[in-house]
């Protein structure tokens, strides 16, 4: 059974951009995705379509055995909740509170009345907290999240995805923004989830030796179109040239590099 199947996706950006050219894959439930490709290739679109933040130009896109390429209204919303979506610029309310953005997860189980008023109750507010304590935000919670470093930022994105109690984390560049070492913890981080929670995780990265670090499974995309899919164990100079073209040199010696350090 599948979490996810993607079948011929495609999106034109108006009639000039063909951004994602019959893309298909599935993914299953517990697996940690990583999706590379270079600047342009199509990884942020892919992402969007699979949650309809944007619409799909054809191609169908299942999710949980539900249909999610034509979902409307309240069902898109309530859809919406079983997938928690992590951004490179964190996407927070700068001026509120840790904990206060992170009940903003919980907005797609609200009507709007409720949810303008910020009405949330005590079961979700003592949820909220064990969630932020458990990315180690527990000294940070009524901060304002302005106060709070890059890596800060990025896991209350990740404990705002978590209270909406996801299925699947889609994480688009969630460390194209930080050092080293946030890197690291934000990676660290998502691989508990995936591991210790069971939740599927799709993330697009940059950085290839990360990808090739944390994930079962390997996409590539180029182009648009799906070029790589597989163990990225087995993934080979030949097929890392393949997706990045010319950008590929750097990037190989690079990972020559890491792995003779390891
Ligand atoms: N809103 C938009 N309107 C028109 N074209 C767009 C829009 N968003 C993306 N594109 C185009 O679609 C293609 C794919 O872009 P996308 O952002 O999905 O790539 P990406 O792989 O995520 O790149 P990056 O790693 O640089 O973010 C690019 O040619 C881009 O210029």
């Given at each position: 059974?599948?979490l996810?199947q ?9 009639h000039?951009t ?10 299953r439930?517990?697996?940690?995705v ?9 990884k942020s679109?892919?992402?969007?379509c699979?949650?309809?933040?944007i619409?799909?130009?054809s ?31 964190y996407?927070?309310v ?11 997860g919980r907005?797609?189980?609200?009507g709007?009345?409720?949810?303008i008023?910020?009405?949330?109750n005590e079961?979700?507010k003592?949820?909220?907290?064990r969630?932020i304590?458990?990315?180690g935000?527990?000294?940070?919670i009524?901060?304002r ?8 930022k990025?896991r209350?994105?990740?404990a705002?995805a ?6 699947m984390l889609l ?7 930080l ?6 913890i934000i990676m660290d981080?998502?691989r508990?989830i ?9 993330v ?11 994930a079962d ?10 070029v ?7 993934i080979?100079?030949q097929?890392?040239h ?5 950008e590929s040199?750097d ?6 590099e ?5």
């Amino acid at each position: 059974m599948h979490l996810l199947q993607v079948d011929a996706l495609t999106k034109r950006y108006g009639h000039e951009t063909l951004a994602l050219n019959e893309i298909s894959f599935d993914v299953r439930p517990g697996e940690f995705v990583a999706i590379i490709g270079p600047s342009g290739a199509g990884k942020s679109t892919l992402l969007r379509c699979l949650n309809r933040l944007i619409d799909i130009s054809s191609g169908q896109v299942h999710f949980d055995g539900v249909n999610v390429s034509s979902l409307r209204g309240t069902a898109l919303r309530r859809q919406r909740t079983q997938i928690g979506m992590i951004f490179q610029h964190y996407n927070l309310v700068n001026r509120l509170s840790v904990i206060e953005n992170v009940l903003h997860g919980r907005l797609g189980y609200k009507g709007t009345f409720e949810g303008i008023l910020g009405l949330y109750n005590e079961q979700e507010k003592q949820e909220a907290v064990r969630i932020i304590e458990s990315v180690g935000l527990g000294e940070q919670i009524y901060k304002r999240c302005d106060q709070l470093s890059g890596g800060q930022k990025q896991r209350v994105g990740i404990a705002r995805a978590l209270v909406q109690q996801p299925k699947m984390l889609l994480c688009d560049e969630p460390i194209a923004s930080l050092d080293p070492n946030s890197s690291k913890i934000i990676m660290d981080t998502l691989r508990e989830i995936n591991q210790n929670l069971g939740i599927t995780v799709l993330v697009n990265l940059h950085q290839v030796d990360v990808a090739l670090r944390y994930a079962d499974r390997v996409i590539g995309i180029k182009r648009g179109q799906l070029v790589f899919d597989g163990d990225p164990n087995l993934i080979t100079d030949q097929q890392i040239h393949q997706i990045y073209g010319s950008e590929s040199g750097d990037l190989m010696l690079n990972l020559r590099e890491r792995y003779a350090a390891a």
